[in-house]
């Protein structure tokens, strides 16, 4: 088959992906680039936008959108939309809108014209709308006359944007006129044009010339009737560059393709071709330079309507009428060859491949270079040469041709020529660079490198870095970095000191340098420098670049303590747990030599996994006490050092004890006190206050009475006591500040404390005879032990105390001190002076108490008097005073009715038993009314609770009165009824009173009551609330008054008490009342709904008359199913309210004659729809089908669609019929024909309603009825819809139309809305019922099919050939695999089995398929393995085939495998290969492929019967070091040159020397010398001499012996020279050195005990390298001089003594 030049490709098919056809077009879909395509849709009754990311066209995304145009922008999720004139951009990802305009005019077409403007094109204008900032449109130009009447189809703005094109299209004499607007934005003119597809181009006609010198051009097509042009011509010619010579070539179309005209124009900026598309769906390619036509065919049958530029091929792509993605691009590596073929046009092939790279035409391109060079035009063949594709002519080849050229006087030479063409074009190559570099730096113009290496015109090199560092390090880095050359790179960061850009660069470019190297290197040159590198190697992101170990190694070495230090804090910061080791180091370091920084650095807490005990050692050592506690654990240690406490900071030691423990704290104090307990004590008692709760109070309370020092104890006490709440310390503290003489803190704690224990207290101060008695008085009067202290001090004769605690500490106990003298018979005198002495507040109840329990109340008398006489007008004094003048009779009941300061219910209680009356006196004037009832109950003083109740004027005193089981309660009503109530005036009262009555449901009494008062003439007689109570009264207790009531009265609320009669069943009073008030309607409805009698309402409605009471009647007749009546009381009454419930009735009574007459009254009156319907439908149910078709050709509001519903329920077609033909509702109008038998009417009502669900109606219908034919019509339009296609086709499968289904589907194919699930059911039919037709069908259609749902219909069928079919076409390899496998008899097939089972993804199906072959195709195997190679188990297959004793089968894999290596596939090809007896494949295996069990082998093959196989087991011992059983082997089969190759290879001078004596022992004197010569080295010389001497084999020896002394003398001529070199050096040195006592030495340390020792010495060893022939020592080892019988060179040094023997 022929190449083309160009690449086709479908790259996903719309309607595949759930598009509607119909939403396939130019006014629906839309494609601004090939990132996006956007579709409107309407899905149902919803508006859809969808939205196609090329780059995951299965994901599509639907937004619920109703715009009339919808656009995406090229590159961003961002889509503008337009709604009449209403435009809107929005963010999609951000789901928020960018901007909204609304136009003033109508939008045609728009276009985004770049990533962040929208052109807008109205009637009249073009605009430009920003998506940026808050503008709106700006009118760009106003549109030419010639695109009046015409559609636009397209936009287009240069790259520039300064030209403008508007593209047209209109209908003129049956052809497709295509009419332009170029517009110039710089000149602002406008130029019609005809025209029908056209684009913006740029091009350099010079390949050589620089960027931005490019011609601007303007291309367009035209098909008129004189034919089809392309134009291609220059527009805004820039000065500098060639003149673009207009083009007009003709286009060619196919005679068949008449009417076709251009739709489409892209330009590919890369190939400088256009790409030009035709509507029949042609595609022409044409060269932008020449208008060349390069390629012309169809690539489509449909409509092309919309394209854009193919960004990743520089090419066109394009949506066509079917919803095909369709590309063109150019195919690089076809389109050059198919120029020269086919267009025989090899200027065009050599202009298109200069100028933009395309391969193919590379002999073209050498030969013009040879024939100018040869023509000696040098200018064309450099041009040639800089411009030639791919630059194969760039050569270091054509530079030194350049080179050989002899140059003329006074011209240019051709090699300056080229490079100065290469610099103007673009980036010279390697070789180009460093030639032109030579010369330049030769001539010292080193700013021309600087310059061009800045325009990136020269390729960077390492070659070129090496030249350019001769002149500059810091340019020759420029270059280093670009070329990267890592090492030299980093070199240069050294040199010029830019330390800190090594790491960052290194790590950038993946680089490892020799940072140890670097490190020393930067040290030694900049310690702070070095320093800040070395930070830089441990913090990089993604772990240290050097171990830390190594970086402070290397700073030891260079005895850098200092900056070692420095750097490990900032390294180290993050304490981690792995750098104990390093942080011991750093402390240990500092601790030798600078203990204030180690102090420092153990103050900041930065480290916590170092060896702590160790350093608490060194801490002490240094005297840092304090850090030395911090790091101690063991409590000998903690109390050796605590002691110092004059080291140490008060505030330090205290807070160290807060991390003991409670024991290790009491050891510790006890230390400091046992010690030294002045200098500690104070310390201590600090100690125990701030840790007193921790330690208990207990435990420091003993710890300080055992060292018997109370003053300790006492401020420790006295600094807990104020926050304890311990009994014990306040006792203690009391205790200790009593023998201390603190008196004041010993009052102050008995006042204050809430918690010591009072009685305990109260004994040690009493044992204690205080001078002073006060904290004694304050204990005893806190908590109640004033009896207790009275007699104690009445008995110890301190009166003056008593004074003093009841006139000065507190009076409030006058009472209790008084009733103890009394209890001690104190005299009376004492105790009135006493009392009379008390000037403060004494409480008089608790004195009154006092002194009445004591029946000696009167002595107080004297004391109250001269209380009230001084004002006093306490409560309890009056009580006092009153309890006296009743006991003593004393006009009591005066001061009781006039004396309101005293307590009412406590004299009232004490008058009781006394005097009753004096009793209710008290009560009555404090309203104690609960004490007055009880007590005038108890006495029988009715009369005065009567009139206390009545004046009280209490709801809640009346209830507890009248309450149900108070046995006084009617002898009290009778003093209310008969006394009390007559004798008051006040309505108010008897208003309480009557409430009271009723609350206590008393209705019997409450009617004698309201008799008394309203029947018997009193001033209540005419009160309207007391008649209405009195007849509520008498409903609610004695219905036989009621109608008594309501005769004699006349005042009373007739309406609310007519309705309450009625609530009471009480209906004949109810009656009597209404009608005695002339309230006709509710008499009625008394009448109809109480009493239930309709004739006695019919009596009394035509005797009343009235619209009303009709209406009532008429209501209760027709709720009673009196319909006639009911109707003939509504006509009467003219009442057409109620037609709801009378419409509702018929209906349900099915008396629609009678309904026609209440309808016909109602509809004069009432203009509703439901009345006229209802009349519709009544007609329709008395069948009076004219008087019907009257009503409905008649104006009317009825809702005829929903009476024909309802007829329709009804079954009664015929009028259903007309009513549905009135109101053109086909849908219901093609279901009723349905039941009258119509089909065919039925289908073109089907066809009028188009609906979906009419459609499956009439489908179901046809079907039914056997109309096949009328059936599909309706199918076809529903199986378009692939929600109904299923329930179609169970339908037709339900009545076992089977044929009929799949004529339906084969006809449905062809329609334009066919979609996948169609192609999909069809399958599957075709799998049920005509499998033989399914193949066919899959290969046809399987792109359009849903393939996992025909996979389980073959699954259930049993078509395995077409299952495999499927699931390889679905890229569902392992079940395809699997399917050939489990039905090899219909499925399998060898070459495609080989296709599908190297796509499968499952590696266990492999091994399924091996067994699979073995069992049934073994001979196939290894080609089947061959396919299976790079992706499977070796190992798996060797053992599966071990397994089953098939290996030899497999040998062929085996080899093929071998080149891998693995070790069950070498041990089963060896297996093999032993098997066959092959041991020079075996040793060839053995030697290329080593990973196997060799010894396992070699015990193997050392028993086997062929020699060979026993020399390769020698051979794998000694491969594996088992040289004595190598050599054995060698020995027993007397191959003895393996013996001595084994024994030489060993380096084993015992076994060299057995194999020595084997061959003297069986006497081979020939191997004795060979092994000599082998083992040399092994073979000591003393030995072999002896061997030789004494079995006579001095002649076999002596080659050897030479060769042994020529050795010995060789070496001591060597060590004789060293030495007297080494000699000559160390008396040069001796002569140099300084004493060893210098200046000042005597206060240096020694280099043992210094610890930057080690460093120092181990940096001498590194810097002096050791000498010839000696091996390096330890490190801190010197030189040690000579020892007697050979040369000892130090204590690692190598010892050089005479070889045994001599």
């Known amino acids: 088959m022929e190449s083309l030049p160009i690449r086709f490709q479908e790259h996903v098919q719309l309607q595949a992906l759930g598009i509607n056809p119909a939403s396939i077009g130019f006014n629906t879909l839309t494609m601004e680039s090939d990132k996006f395509i956007c579709v409107r849709e309407k899905v149902g009754e919803q508006h859809q936008v969808v939205i196609i990311d090329m780059n995951d066209p299965s994901n599509l995304v639907r937004r619920p959108i109703s715009a009339e145009s919808a656009i995406m922008n090229p590159v961003a999720k961002v889509i503008a939309l337009k709604a009449g004139r209403q435009l809107q951009i929005f963010n999609i990802e951000l789901k928020a809108k960018i901007k909204a305009y609304s136009m003033p005019e109508d939008v045609v077409f728009w276009k985004w014209v770049s990533l962040t403007v929208v052109g807008l094109i109205t009637e009249r204008s073009v605009y430009h709308w920003s998506m940026e900032g808050d503008s709106g449109p700006v009118k760009v130009f106003d549109r030419h006359a010639n695109l009046n009447g015409a559609q636009i189809i397209n936009y287009r703005v240069s790259s520039d944007e300064k030209w403008m094109l508007v593209v047209g299209i209109s209908a003129v004499d049956s052809r497709v006129v ?99 598309v ?127 050229v002899p140059v003329a006087q006074g011209q240019m030479s051709p090699i300056l020529q080229y490079f100065g063409i290469l610099l103007e074009k673009g980036e010279l190559n390697k070789f180009e660079s460093l030639e032109l570099a030579k010369p330049v730096l030769q001539q010292g113009r080193k700013q021309l490198l600087e310059k061009w290496l800045k325009e990136d015109k020269l390729e960077c090199s390492e070659e070129l870095g090496d030249i350019v560092k001769q002149v500059d390090t810091t340019l020759a880095l420029s270059v280093y970095l670009r070329a990267n050359v890592p090492n030299k790179v980093i070199a240069c960061f050294g040199e010029t000191g830019q330390y800190s850009k090594i790491i960052l660069y290194a790590k950038k470019v993946g680089y490892q340098p020799d940072y140890v190297t670097l490190l020393q290197f930067i040290l030694r040159v900049d310690p702070e420098k070095g320093a800040e590198f070395a930070t830089l190697l441990i913090s990089d992101e993604n772990g240290p670049l050097l171990p830390l170990e190594q970086i402070v190694d290397v700073f030891v070495g260079l005895n850098m303590v200092q900056q070692a230090t420095s750097f490990l804090l900032d390294a180290l910061k993050e304490n981690k747990p792995e750098q104990g080791g390093l942080q011991t180091r750093l402390l240990e370091m500092n601790l030798l030599h600078a203990p204030q920084v180690a102090d420092a650095i153990l103050g900041n807490e930065m480290f916590s996994h170092y060896d702590r005990a160790y350093i608490a050692g060194l801490c002490e050592k240094a005297g840092l006490y304090q850090r030395a506690l911090e790091h101690y654990t063991d409590i000998y240690d903690i109390k050796r050092a605590i002691v110092n406490t004059q080291l140490l900071t008060p505030e330090w030691t205290i807070a160290f004890f807060g991390r003991l423990s409670i024991d290790q704290s009491l050891e510790c104090l006890k230390e400091m006190l046992t010690n030294n307990i002045r200098q500690n004590l104070q310390i201590v008692v600090q ?139 104190c005299d009376e005198a004492v105790i009135k002076n006493l009392l009379a002495s008390v000037r403060g507040p004494v409480p008089v109840d608790e004195l009154v108490e006092e002194t009445e329990k004591r029946n000696r109340l009167k002595l107080i008398l004297p004391w109250l008097e001269m209380k009230i006489k001084e004002g006093a007008m306490d409560t309890p004094l009056f009580n006092a005073i009153a309890k006296i003048y009743i006991d003593t009779n004393n006009n009591a009941e005066y001061f009781l009715k006039e004396n309101k300061f005293y307590d009412a219910l406590v004299v009232g209680k004490y008058c009781e038993k006394r005097d009753p009356y004096l009793a209710f006196i008290a009560y009555q004037r404090g309203q104690c009314d609960k004490e007055l009832i009880e007590i005038t109950n108890e006495n029988s003083m009715f009369k005065h609770q009567a009139r206390y109740l009545v004046t009280r004027r209490d709801a809640d005193l009346w209830n507890y009165a009248l309450r149900p089981d108070n046995p006084y309660r009617r002898s009290v009503i009778d003093q209310v009824v008969g006394t009390a109530l007559p004798e008051t005036q006040d309505p108010e009262d008897v208003s309480i009173t009557v409430k009271a009555f009723m609350a206590a449901e008393l209705p019997n009494e409450l009617i004698e009551l309201l008799e008394k008062l309203v029947l018997e003439g009193t001033t209540f007689s005419d009160n309207r609330n007391l008649q209405n109570l009195l007849i509520l009264t008498a409903i ?81 007749q027709l709720d009673t199913l009196r319909f006639k009546e009911a109707v003939d009381s509504y006509i009467k009454a003219a009442d057409s309210s109620n037609y709801m419930e009378v419409i509702q009735t018929a209906q349900t009574t099915d008396k629609f004659e009678e309904l026609i007459r209440y309808l016909q009254m109602a509809k004069k009156t009432v203009r509703q729809p439901v009345v006229e319907s209802e009349l519709i439908f009544a007609y329709a149910k008395t069948n009076r089908i004219a008087d019907l078709e009257e009503v409905i050709s008649s104006p009317n509001i009825a809702e005829i669609a929903v009476v024909g519903e309802k007829c329709f329920d009804e079954k009664l077609y015929e009028a259903a019929k007309l009513l549905f033909s009135s109101v053109s509702n086909w849908a219901r109008l093609a279901s009723t024909l349905i039941y009258l038998g119509e089909h065919q009417a039925a289908v073109d009502c089907a066809r009028k309603a188009n609906a979906t669900k009419v459609w499956k109606e009439v489908n179901a219908a046809c079907i039914a009825n056997g109309e096949f034919r009328l059936a599909q019509i309706c199918a076809l339009n529903l199986i378009i819809h692939a929600e109904e296609l299923e329930v179609i086709v169970k339908l037709y499968e339900a009545r076992g139309y089977f044929d009929e289904l799949i004529q339906l589907i084969e006809s449905g194919l062809g329609l334009e809305r066919a979609h996948m699930g169609m192609f999909t059911e069809l399958a599957i039919v075709y799998s049920k019922y005509r499998p033989d037709r399914l193949m066919e069908h899959l290969r046809l259609f399987w792109q359009r099919i849903n393939i996992p749902k025909v996979i389980r219909a073959c699954e259930v069928a049993h078509l395995w050939s077409e299952l495999v079919f499927l699931y390889t076409h679905y890229d569902e390899f392992d079940n395809a695999a699997l399917s050939i496998m489990a039905h090899p008899a219909d499925a399998w097939d060898h070459i495609a089995f080989k296709d599908i089972i190297v796509k499968v993804s499952n590696l266990e199906i492999y091994f399924k398929a091996l067994r699979f072959y073995l069992e049934n195709n073994p001979l196939l195997m290894n080609d089947l393995l061959v396919v299976l190679t790079p992706r499977i188990d070796h190992t798996r297959v060797v053992q599966m085939f071990q397994k089953t004793n098939n290996l030899p089968l497999i040998k062929p894999y085996l080899i093929s495998v071998q080149q891998s290596n693995n070790q069950a596939v070498n041990t089963a090809f060896n297996d093999l290969l032993i098997e066959e007896e092959d041991y020079k494949s075996l040793r060839d295996s053995i030697d290329n492929f080593d990973h196997f069990d060799a010894i396992s082998l070699a015990q193997r093959l050392e028993k086997h019967e062929l020699m060979e196989f026993r020399r390769i087991a020698a051979h794998l011992y000694k491969r594996n070091k088992r040289w004595r059983q190598s050599i054995n082997i060698s020995k027993k089969d007397k191959v003895f040159k393996d013996a001595m190759e084994a024994a030489a290879e060993s380096h084993d001078p015992e076994l060299a020397e057995e194999l020595l004596k084997y061959f003297i022992e069986i006497d081979r004197k020939d191997c004795f010398a060979a092994c000599l010569y082998n083992c040399y080295e092994m073979l000591r010389p003393d030995v072999v001499l002896e061997y030789a001497w004494r079995f006579r084999l001095n002649d076999f020896a002596m080659p050897y012996m030479i060769q042994v002394l020529r050795e010995y003398t060789t070496k001591i001529d060597v060590l004789e020279k060293a030495n007297a070199e080494r000699s000559l050096k160390e008396v040069e040195k001796e002569k140099q050195e300084t004493p060893i006592m210098g200046p000042g030495s005597l206060g240096n340390p020694l280099m043992l005990t210094y610890g930057g020792a080690v460093g120092v010495v181990s940096g001498m060893q590194q810097q002096m390298p050791p000498m010839p022939g000696m091996q390096q020592g330890p490190p801190g080892m010197g030189m040690m001089g000579s020892q007697q019988g050979g040369y000892m060179m130090g204590a690692g040094g190598m010892a050089m003594m005479p070889p045994q023997g001599f």
């Open 178 to 276: 295509g009419n332009m607007q170029l517009y110039s934005k710089e000149k602002g003119v406008s130029q019609a044009l005809e025209g029908h597809a056209a684009a913006f181009a740029e091009l350099k006609l010079d390949p050589a010339a620089p960027a931005g010198m490019a011609n601007k051009l303007f291309t367009f097509a035209v098909r008129g009737p004189a034919g089809a042009k392309l134009h291609i011509v220059e527009i805004d010619h820039k000065e500098g560059t060639p003149i673009f010579q207009k083009k007009a070539v003709d286009v060619f179309f196919p005679p068949e393709a008449g009417a076709d005209f251009p739709v489409a124009m892209q330009v590919s900026k890369k190939y400088d071709v256009i790409f030009m």
């Open 278 to 404: 035709t509507k029949f769906g042609f595609i022409h390619l044409y060269d932008l330079e020449s208008g060349a036509c390069i390629f012309m065919n169809r690539i489509s049958g449909d409509t092309i309507f919309v394209t854009a530029e193919l960004e990743a091929t520089s090419g066109i792509i394009g949506v066509n009428r079917k919803g095909q993605v369709l590309s063109v691009s150019v195919e690089e590596d076809n389109i050059i060859p198919y120029i020269m073929r086919n267009l025989s046009n090899p200027e065009l092939a050599f202009r298109l491949a200069t100028r933009t790279g395309l391969p193919g035409a590379d002999n073209l391109v050498l030969e013009r270079f040879n024939q100018l060079l040869n023509m000696g035009n040098f200018a064309e063949a450099a041009k040639v040469a800089a411009t030639s594709p791919r630059g194969i002519l760039r050569t270091p080849q054509t530079i030194e041709r350049f080179k050989l």
């Open 1036 to 1116: 609610k207790a004695d219905r036989t008054r009621v109608m008594d009531y309501i005769t004699r009265l006349e005042n009373f609320d007739a309406p609310d008490i007519a309705n309450i009669a009625v609530g009471s069943d009480l209906f004949e009073e109810a009656f009597f009342i209404y009608k005695k008030y002339d309230q006709h309607v509710n008499g009625i409805s008394v009448l109809i709904s109480n009493i239930g009698d309709l004739d006695r309402a019919y009596e009394f409605a035509e005797r009343v008359d009235t619209s009303e009471v009709w209406s009532k009647l008429a209501k209760a």
């Open 687 to 825: 100690v125990a206050t701030k840790y007193s709760e921790q330690l208990g109070a207990a435990n420091l309370i003993n710890l300080f009475e055992a060292h018997k020092t109370s003053e300790g104890l006492y401020y420790y006490l006295g600094s807990i006591v104020n926050i304890s709440q311990d009994p014990e310390v306040h006792f203690k503290y009391i205790q200790a500040a009593t023998r201390s003489g603190q008196m004041k803190e010993v009052e102050r704690i008995c006042r204050d404390s809430n918690f010591y224990d009072a009685e305990r207290v109260k004994t040690f101060l009493k044992e204690s005879k205080l001078q002073d008695q006060l904290p004694l008085i304050i204990v005893c009067d806190r908590f109640n032990f004033v009896h207790d202290l009275v007699l104690h001090l009445y008995q110890n004769s301190m009166y003056q105390y008593i004074e003093v605690y009841v006139q000065k500490v507190n009076p409030a106990r006058t009472p209790q001190v008084i009733g103890g003298l009394l209890d001690v018979d």
